[in-house]
């Protein structure tokens, strides 16, 4: 097994998680099997309870791990699904090792950060990539070089290094060399500073890969080259880009990947990026416009909803379409309603991402009657899914005041409520039902045309879902729940028989949508825009 380890330094969001995806990217196109950790250094479990302005969006895997949105740039640019032993949180390794002191496996020795909470890192990672079969495991050490929180996590790095020996491991460092002054002149002290920082903790960087909005300068890199003790086509330029997946060439051009191959002590071998090349070419050449509009709560934080983006970028790109997401504020469109409605017009799509809690529900609700009577195209997800039978039982139904009990615990009609296995939990972190679940597809729906399979699984993330007891009131006006769980108590897809396209899960088909191989509901649904856009 070898392992390459990716930290980061001069500030947060500089790129570590896309610096991963895009290397391992590169190494498996050169005929290698990778796999990615992701390490943070926060105290919580996982990031499930995490507040999505502080933290973006929850990822979730096929097991139902609840994880940082570097996960889904992992499984995107991989094309792999992962499991939750593939996220290591300070939370975690603490709640083992005082569970191990508890049950007095250390033999009354005093518990400590060394050895103790380190090899239970150290444990960590190598369980998990040897678990998964491949030849070369990634491992992104979340945070940035100095802080208290990611010590212990730099320390297994070290020590992993002492014990797999320097061609099984690798360190790869990630900085800023931003621009200044009149003629925008790179500055490369916070990298010096950044390495020394690294080299302190007894860490010495093989390769540095340097952020900036504009490629590096020979003097730039000679500098860097110099005070931080790397030759210099070890320093990579990874200049900005306006797509993301262009990165994985942007760093095959700086020969990032048989760098590592040859540091590594692995035969180089012929790349093959020929998919990814017309993938991105169809992205940066579409002929078509289409333009989406997406109606939530978080809206002034887009990487809430980052891979309902990327599924959506992902559909248009195999449909020849430039899409154009226009951001819709669900409050908003309850406060101003006509102005609202009007971008709404704009929109050749409408989108109601999954969500909690009451804020902005009554807004959504107003989008989804509004493409269900223009019979525009429209996708509902989890909780958009919610409230599309919602909206159906007030306005279609007739069942006035009908909402879920999550909105509003005493409405006359709990169309949505609990799931029975969710009543008198009080611990939130990874209690929903999480994952993949089978769903059974009726034959002759529009749901069993998108997939043209029976029996599909997606990933779930809910506490609430359909009330059987209302499902008599609710079918049989041009409603029908086309995908149900394989007992049949759990509805899972919606759609209606009187429009064009307006189709809700329950579950989350964009966290297994991928660059080549767009989610089948996604890929429809940018179809059934595109027919709109031509029609207006």
Known sequence: ????????????????????????????????????????????????????????????TEDGGEIDLDMGHYERFLDINLTKDHNITTGQVYYEVISKERRGEYLGRTVQIIPHVVDEIKRRIRGAALKSGADICMVEIGGTVGDMESMPFLEAARQ?????????????????????????????????????????????????????DTPLTTEARRKISL???????????????????????VLERENL????????????????????????????????????GLVGKYIRFTDTYLSIYEALRHAAAKNDVKLEVKWISA?????????????????HGVIIPGGFGPRGAEGKILAIKWAREKLVPFLGLCFGFQLAVVEFSRNVAGLEGANSTEIDPFTPHPVIDLLPEQRGLKDLGGTMRLGAQEIVIEKGTKAFQIYQRERVYERHRHRYEVNPEYLPLLTGKNLLFSGKSPEGRRM????????????????????????????PIFDAFIKAALCQALRS
Not at 263 to 287: C, F, P, T, Y
Not at 331 to 347: D, F, I, P, Y
């Open 1 to 60: 097994m070898k392992y390459v380890m990716v930290t980061g330094g001069v500030m947060s969001g500089l790129g570590k998680g896309l610096t991963t995806a895009s290397l391992g990217k590169l190494l498996q196109a050169r005929g290698l099997k990778v796999t990615a950790i992701k390490i943070d250094p926060y105290l919580n479990m996982d990031a499930g309870t995490m507040n999505p302005f502080e933290h973006g969006e929850i990822f979730v």
């Open 160 to 212: 992993m290094r002492l014990e797999e020996g320097p061609t099984n491991t690798l360190f790869i460092h990630v900085t800023l060399v931003p621009s200044s002054g009149p003629v925008g002149e790179q500055k490369t002290k916070p990298t010096q500073h950044s390495v020394k920082e690294l080299r302190q903790l007894g860490i010495s960087p093989d390769i540095i890969v340097c952020r900036s």
């Open 227 to 249: 005070f931080c003790n790397v030759w210099e086509n070890e320093v990579i330029s990874a200049v900005d880009v306006e797509n993301i997946y262009e990165l994985p060439l």
């Open 257 to 292: 990947s048989s760098l590592v191959l040859q540091k590594l002590g692995l035969r180089s071998m012929d790349i093959d990026l020929g998919d990814w090349i017309e993938m991105v070419s169809r992205m940066a050449n579409a002929s078509k416009h289409v333009r989406v």
């Open 331 to 347: 409050e908003r469109l309850e406060r101003t309603t006509e102005a609202l409605l009007k971008e709404l017009s704009e929109c």
């Open 492 to 519: 899972e897809i919606l759609e209606l028989s009187d429009h064009p396209f307006f189709i809700a899960t329950q579950f989350h088909p964009e966290f297994k949508s991928r660059p080549t191989r767009p989610s």
